[in-house]
DNA sequence: TTGAAAGCGCTAACAC
DNA sequence: GTGTTAGCGCTTTCAA
């Protein structure tokens, strides 16, 4: 704790004499009194206590509150171990310490619903980074007269979003399984909506999903395999709530469990992959030969194990969502950005074995 | 972009025939009116595309912005690269979470000074995290009447402070040095102050180092080093700027140099620590068998590497902060709070080879 | 160069 | 259960 309250901008130009005004002045706008005048109010200031003008009076006279709020769906501290979620906020702090702008983040608590600190939160506009659909606390942000900006999902009519083409770039990763020859592909995803459900997705599900970029990348996958004569209908899709590698391995489980013929695991997220590799290792599967895996993302974990992947800006997405929020008041700014994917090979991927291999070795 | 302000309290008071008092009312004490009457104001709301109190405004009147600063002297960015800070950073979100209250990171640009960032920011008060004991960012939080914590370092009088004994826990690690055998040590450390120094520290560097918790672990190598009859004055210190392994790697290159026959590297960080090791390896030197190396820190990356160095609770740390600036009110809670350290053992740390050794082999 | 007046939008006593 | 009255501390035309 610190002192209390002591003047105000009101007690300073009593005690120097001066009208608010001039003090105000010596404050913003120094230009426009004498430097021996200013001089004298900063000293008396000094003097008195007076820590200078009050940021929350100051912004609700000028309308500006000069931070960013953003809002994630999962509790803030998930947003501190997930690396693309720190890729995407390294990104946006970068924008807003461009632009001066602090970046304040909102605490939700996903358990109890508690939409009001997305109303009690003091700033120019909001970034919403990868919610559901029907998340309450986008719903907040959105009935508040401030400019937003989505990241990833969802899409929602008249509000600007940055994002990437998740269902072309899986399609293009999926293809080079089945251009390898795979045809039994097993699907790991995160979580399709905000019921925990931790096992397979029907399709109705999946195409019912409240999160978009699930739903477009496991539509990528369906395009992939359906165009090498796949059914999706008969792809085993095993879902996740928790993003975690321990999600990954129980997947993986799941599904080489209820069919050990499959000779690929397309994953939505590197973390799910590399939880899946883990799992593949344990059962003495080895990876590509035995067993092909590709992730999303691109994290930097997954290029250190040679992952194959897509890998997307992250950083970049970060950024660009700051750049198009600040730029609000331009009308003559992109109201959608989508960034460039771009296919990591790693060495995970690799022609399935037919099955004389698997019984007698290569 | 989104709408223009539409409507205020006053506005929709004015359109029910009711009070401001009511619609107030309504949003903040339900318990006030008639659930009837409360529908009503509500109902109306919604179609007068009222978002409900302006915050900013309604923080002037409470005096609550319901938001903790966060200032950390580097760039933004480098808090969400730094494994520590990381790790603080999620503690604070946590204790900030469970308290309802906003994190707001404040914007630094270490390059132009610009303080008025801290003047601007709507917070209740501020946790600062390890900044120089001359940042006039931190002088500016100081001059704001709201309650400070300060994490680990400057320590100043009157402020409540969360750390750890930085000296003894390094003691400690380096007496095992050199109760190993050790007593050609060379030392490598973070940035003493806010001047660049990449090379060689004085003692009166050292000395006169702004950030206290460098020279705290300066001092703690001297006293082991001094127990064991090593003259401090003697030992090479090598300061770096910048934060990062290839920092460790060339400061590494810098002692190894100069001195060849150093058997042992301390490193005030686990990062330095890590760049000093990849140095090592790429000189031939076995790890701990030609050189020991220890960090400091305790970084998951420091534990898959088998870093012996010391384990220090930056989660726990980041929490503490945000408990004790948000209990500011309470006038018995700490006014300081040292979190503990433990010493992990790793494998990089071992007796030093004898001379003979060294050119014959083990 | 300085000052007077008019709010920004809201909440909190306190009275009805 | 509802209204009246007073500001919270500041910036900003506009006039002097």
Redesign the interface.
Known sequence: ??????ATLASLAAELGVSRTTVSNAYNRPDQLSPELRRRVLETARRLGY??????????RTRK???V?LLLTE???Y???DPAA?GF??GL??A??G???????????PERE?V??V????VDGFVVYSVPDDDPHLAAV???????VVADQPIVEGV?RVGIDDRAAITALAQRLTTLGHRRVGVICMRLARDRNDGFASVERQQAAHFHVQRARLSGVADALGAAGVEWARVPVVERFDHSTASGESAAAQLLDSDPQLTALVCTSDILALGAMNEARRRGLRVPQDLSITGFDGIPEAERHGLTTVRQPVLEKGRAAGKLLLA??D?TRPREVTLDTEILSGATAAPPRTAEERWFGP
Chains 1, 2 share one sequence.
């Open positions: 704790m610190h002192v209390r309250r002591p820590p200078g003008p009050d940021p929350v009076a100051r912004s609700l509150a000069g931070a709020g509790n803030l501290s947003a501190f171990r720190l906020l390294e702090a970068l807003c310490e632009a001066g702008q602090g970046l304040h983040l909102v605490p939700i608590n508690d009001a600190a109303h009690r939160a003091g959105l009935s508040r007269p401030v400019p937003t600007d609000s008041v009308p």
